[in-house]
């Protein structure tokens, strides 16, 4: 009997590990807290640059929804949405919608550069509390930092 109750906890032990999400399971098996759903993420880098803010601006920022898989995109000047999939480590973002504010014309360009990169990604990884955007051919697009870890 008491080999049966150890065998049964086993079943269930290993039915809850495979009912966790990939995107969950490779946060933690990078040794992570952040998680892809639900964090804020913080533009710090695009296309092998720093990315600086000037004093007052707002941070461009992504924001995964598990609810609703949907991607809340803000830039310095306009915010959008695009609907995601996911497949392991692979995501594929939709075609983004935004408000259409103009703003100066470095802000422009940066936010043109923001969308480009939510189009062109094809596979995202969690490294500590760095979101990392890479294209088809492996090519770093764009590094977020986790503002909000719950």
């Known amino acids: 009997m008491k080999n049966f109750a150890q065998l049964g906890f086993m079943v269930l032990m ?7 999400s990939t995107s969950d399971a490779s946060t933690a098996a990078s040794g992570s807290s952040a998680q892809l759903h639900n964090t804020l993420w913080k533009l710090t880098g695009m296309n092998g640059k720093a990315v600086q803010n000037l004093q007052g601006q707002r941070m461009a920022s992504l924001t995964l929804s598990s609810e609703q898989s949907r991607a809340r995109i803000a830039t310095a000047c306009n915010s959008g949405s695009a609907a995601f999939t996911l497949n392991g480590n692979a995501i594929k973002f939709a075609a983004t919608m935004s408000t259409k504010m103009g703003c100066e014309p470095v802000l422009m360009q940066q936010e043109a550069a923001i969308f480009k990169v939510i189009a062109d990604t094809t596979r995202y990884e969690i490294k500590g509390e760095t979101l990392e955007l890479y294209n088809a051919s492996n090519k770093l697009l764009a590094s ?3 503002e909000n870890v719950k």
């Not at 290993?14 to 966790?20: D, E, G, M, T, V």
């Open 14 to 20: 290993l039915s809850l590990s495979a009912c966790q």
């Open 144 to 146: 977020f930092q986790a």
